[in-house]
């Protein structure tokens, strides 16, 4: 039986191997670990790469996303809205500093926030709204940027997702007045490890973010405010700063696998696809469908070799974790609609024609037994199977 796996990091690392092994022999060789000059050399490139005058390495993408908020001053007391359907790392980014995050729903063809719901969500204690760059597609930054304008709101960009996603020609995390990436390990530039970044156009708070991320200091034993243990490793960076190159290449593979997908999947059940916008590109850090009967066609995949992913099956507002919120089901109608339908199909730079095909085919076959199954009045196999589970 063929497997296709959801991500192949080993397939990657295979085209690469030398450039990585070198990266990571000459931070060995100079024995320099913590912020050494591997850390600024990537800054420097990721700087350049996103067009920001500034470029901060931290421990992790919820990280960078807590050392933005904490740069702005928004802590106990505020509120900062953002997207319901998003992982649950933004809600406690917000939760991390002592602000309240206040969900708003999304809108159910991007997946992106909704941008016509935001301001019935803005109240006094309102301070920030996170837009999320949701699976390599940028949210509408223009009318977001015009709602914070007229209220007096900082906008954070997470671009966890969205490394190489243009809106408008400008790159996602250069729009607002921070940008916050991750390099986890299966983000499109990802590290051999956690690892995130905060970039931003103002001189002062890159300072501060520098300071805040290394124990409030800016001199060693002298600690200007409370900040935190989070700095980018220097291997990290150094393994960062060899895969950068090769982005957006991979980056036009990923868009390449998509289109496949679109084309072959036409028509398949009722399978609908994330819309695309005409204001961003695309890097399809996830390749998204949706169905009604996601569970069923995830099993069937899954038994014949082709991992899929679901993101994300228990929405911020129904987690344990956020109880205190105040939500309820039916409060995100689409997100939770989302966490119902929506399935992730493999995607990766390294994948093969023969591997999408035999994924698409699947999802032909699952869609067209279960319609000769109607049409023959016998009650769905896998229906069935699920009775006696």
Not at 140 to 156: C, E, H, R, T
Not at 163 to 181: I, Q
Not at 272 to 286: A, E, G, I
Not at 302 to 310: A, D, N, P
Request: hydrophobic share 40%; net charge negative; aromatic share 8%.
């Amino acid at each position: 039986m063929p497997q296709v796996p959801f991500v192949d990091l080993t397939a990657q690392y295979e085209t690469i191997k030398e450039e990585i092994s070198a990266s990571i022999q000459a931070v060995l060789s100079q024995c320099n670990f913590i912020l050494g000059s591997h850390v600024e050399e990537f800054e420097k490139s990721f700087a350049a790469f996103a067009a920001v005058k500034h470029a901060v390495g931290v421990a992790s993408g919820l990280d960078a996303l807590r050392l933005g908020l904490m740069s702005l001053d928004i802590g106990s007391g505020d509120e900062v809205l953002l997207p319901a359907n998003t992982f649950i790392a933004t809600a406690l980014a917000v939760s991390a500093t002592g602000a309240t995050p206040v969900l708003v729903d999304c809108d159910p063809g991007t997946y992106n926030i909704d941008v016509s719901l935001i301001e019935r969500s803005i109240t006094p204690r309102t301070r920030a709204i996170i837009p999320v760059h949701l699976a390599g597609q940028s949210a509408d930054m223009d009318p977001i940027l015009a709602i914070a304008d007229k209220w007096g709101l900082y906008v954070i960009e997470d671009a966890a997702q969205a490394h190489g996603a243009l809106y408008k020609g400008r790159p996602c995390g250069s729009v607002g007045h921070v940008g916050c990436f991750s390099f986890y390990p299966g983000k499109n530039l990802g590290a051999y490890g956690d690892g995130g970044m905060v970039v931003t156009n103002d001189a002062a708070r890159a300072k501060r973010l520098r300071m805040l991320r290394n124990y409030g200091q800016e001199v060693k034993y002298e600690h200007l405010e409370k900040g935190l243990n989070s700095r980018l490793d220097t291997l990290q960076a150094a393994v960062l700063q060899a895969k950068l190159p090769h982005l957006g290449r991979w980056n036009q593979s990923r868009a390449a696998h998509a289109e496949t997908y679109r084309e072959e999947l036409t028509g398949a059940g009722d399978l609908t696809f994330q819309q695309r916008v005409p204001y961003s590109n695309h890097v399809y850090h996830l390749f998204i469908v949706e169905t009604e009967s996601r569970d069923d066609l995830k099993r069937y995949l899954s038994e014949r070799g082709v991992q899929v992913g679901i993101h994300y099956p228990v929405p911020i507002h129904l987690q344990k974790a956020y109880a205190d919120l105040g939500y309820e089901m039916g409060s995100f109608p689409q997100s939770e609609r989302l966490a119902r339908r929506a399935l992730s199909l493999p995607m990766y730079p390294e994948m093969q024609r023969d591997q999408i095909l035999y994924t698409t085919g699947l999802i032909h076959q699952f869609f067209d037994t279960r319609a000769e199954e109607k049409t023959n009045g016998q009650p769905c196999a896998h229906a069935a199977s699920e009775r006696t589970r």
